[in-house]
């Protein structure tokens, strides 16, 4: 397997908007981030990964562009940007970039021109459709619910949105788009960064004619669309295209952003002989406390199985092995705190957020970190749907409270459990007011516990979730094993504790993580000699064990490593 400094580094996701607030006005921004490459530096993170940083009218917190050549002005300007590149690159760190090019703001100047007239040249820049038989063109349902399709009075035709009714889908059957797309990559490539996180990318070739989706759920008007908007028949195309004319030129890393993506695929995509990208955001580990073929989709919540979260993971390890490459998260600005999710945040907060990263960072991929993981940030219940901010989370309980009805507390309930939000309170640096993140009030209100979870406190205290983190990335860049070796379950049925090796060149490796509040005696498999082993971190004080039976605490996990020949 080929080696890149991509596979051997830590990305750490940086959503500006909410990390550091430099000038007062309740708003991270470009020199609040300058400000903290120090701290992050000192994490041992090598990449920052920032979330939208361009011009939008923010209705979905700049995932909605409407300039991709300039800086958002309530994030700084484009010499701020530019000094914060300098910066990261005088440490030594790489910065990639967010694209997102499924889709625009409806503010951009193309939409503008495209929305005037049926003849206008930048028409089919956008899918435009008459309606069918007094409706939509067809019955696809938008990620964020309702229908994909909004009418236009101007022209009397309905656009394309796979996401809010401001973010209309731009047509990659038009060259011309695609060719704008690839010179503004470049043009940011020239700029000197170091890759793109490429937003929902596999959605960009749409079936030709736009057909209905299959109705899977007769109660439901709109239907899921997937099967002719997922991997469309153009992707790999388009894809290989952008890589001829753009990414071939520059030593960059890229993410792809694929939601509904199976292993089969991202083995296909992250190839080191035929793929287009280095690597796949995968989304079924995300999936596994809900039912997204529900009429509630993302927002169901049922209890999930440890023997599940084998299996995805180890099927996404086993496919990629030796062909491709995997992107190793548990948070980002769309999904809620891990903690909260998969651990214990409330007993063995600190126990809890450890196990977790020493279980997934510790797989053969690239790991990422997101803001605030590192201290063990935790979901946030606020008590009013006013004091959320999220379009998703306003769409969904207007569509079930307002519209349908539904208890208002059940649906809060989902919404505390799952919604965007969780993740994009500001970034708790310290106990003062407003947890350190600025001087005023917050665009979105402040998690209460940031007077007992911050960077401050775990700073000054070397048993932290913090300083844990620190030392894992340490552990996992000191041995090429952690990084290259080939992974191997154990004990796929037992759904107490996570096991798994890693083996390189008569190297092993053993990541053992209870993911309960028990304390359980866990025996080792034959097949590692644990009692030879040299314990390279954990998240308890080390203990003497005999006979090869590990004596777990709740929510331990220990790394072993042993020569095999």
């Given at each position: 397997m080929e080696r890149k400094w991509w596979k051997e580094g830590v990305v750490y996701q940086v959503y500006p908007r909410s990390f550091n607030d430099s000038n007062g006005d309740g708003i991270g921004?470009?020199?609040?981030?300058?400000?903290?490459?120090?701290?992050?530096?000192?994490?041992?993170?090598?990449?920052?990964?920032?979330?939208?940083?361009?011009?939008?009218?923010?209705?979905?917190?700049?995932?909605?562009?409407?300039?991709?050549?300039?800086?958002?002005?309530e994030f700084g300007t484009m010499e701020d940007w530019e000094n914060m590149l300098g910066e990261i690159h005088k440490r030594e760190m790489r910065l990639v970039m967010d694209l997102v090019v499924n889709h625009s703001s409806d503010e951009h100047a193309w939409f503008q021109e495209s929305r005037k007239s049926k003849d206008n040249p930048y028409r089919d820049y956008y899918i435009w459709r008459d309606g069918k038989n007094g409706a939509e063109p067809n019955n696809w349902v938008s990620f964020f619910s309702g229908s994909a399709w909004d009418y236009d009075e101007a022209t009397g035709q309905y656009y394309l949105h796979l996401f809010t009714d401001k973010q209309p889908d731009l047509n990659w059957e038009n060259e011309q788009v695609r060719q704008e797309v690839y010179d503004m990559m470049n043009f940011w490539m020239d700029k000197g960064i170091d890759g793109f996180r490429m937003d929902v990318i596999n959605l960009i070739s749409k079936t030709p004619g736009l057909p209905d989706a299959e109705v899977t759920n007769k109660d439901n008007k709109y239907q899921w669309g997937g099967e002719h908007f997922v991997n469309g028949p153009r992707f790999m195309e388009f894809m290989n295209e952008m890589n001829e004319q753009a990414l071939k030129h520059y030593d960059v890393m890229t993410v792809g952003e694929t939601p509904m993506v199976k292993p089969e695929d991202g083995a296909a995509f992250t190839d080191e002989e035929s793929g287009v990208l280095s690597m796949v955001f995968q989304f079924d580990h995300m999936e596994i406390d809900g039912d997204p073929g529900s009429q509630e989709g993302k927002w169901s919540v049922k209890p999930w199985k440890l023997s599940k979260m084998k299996e995805i993971m180890t099927n996404w390890q086993t496919s990629l092995n030796g062909k491709g490459w995997n992107s190793l998260y548990l948070e980002n600005h769309d999904q809620p705190r891990s903690v909260s999710r998969f651990g214990d945040a409330e007993e063995y907060h600190q126990e809890s957020a450890k196990m977790l990263a020493t279980f997934y960072q510790l797989m053969q991929g690239t790991p990422y970190i997101y803001q605030g993981q590192e201290i063990g940030m935790t979901n946030v219940q606020f008590d009013s749907i006013e004091d959320y901010r999220d379009v998703e989370i306003h769409n969904w309980y207007n569509e079930q409270v307002t519209e349908k009805g539904k208890d208002k507390q059940e649906i809060m309930h989902s919404i505390f459990v799952k919604g965007r939000d969780n993740a994009r309170t500001p970034m708790q640096w310290s106990d003062e007011n407003y947890a350190g993140f600025s001087d005023a009030e917050p665009w979105i209100k402040v998690n209460p516990n940031y007077t007992s979870i911050n960077v401050k406190q775990q700073q000054e205290d070397e048993e932290s979730i913090l300083n844990y983190y620190k030392e894992l990335i340490k552990v996992r860049k000191s041995h090429d094993v952690l990084i290259y070796g080939s992974y191997q379950l154990l004990d796929p049925e037992d759904e107490q504790i996570y096991a798994y090796t890693r083996e390189l060149d008569g190297e092993k490796a053993l990541i053992v993580a209870n993911f309960t509040n028990e304390a359980i005696d866990y025996s080792v498999s034959e097949s590692f000699p644990v009692e030879q082993a040299e314990r390279l971190i954990g998240n308890y004080p080390s203990e003497q064990e005999e006979g090869g039976t590990l004596q777990l605490k709740p929510y331990e996990a220990r790394v072993y490593r042993v020569q095999t020949s």
């Open positions: 921004d470009l020199r609040g981030i300058t400000q903290k490459l120090d701290y992050l530096k000192d994490l041992g993170v090598d990449i920052l990964w920032l979330s939208p940083v361009y011009e939008s009218p923010n209705d979905d917190n700049g995932y909605d562009i409407s300039n991709y050549r300039a800086i958002m002005e």
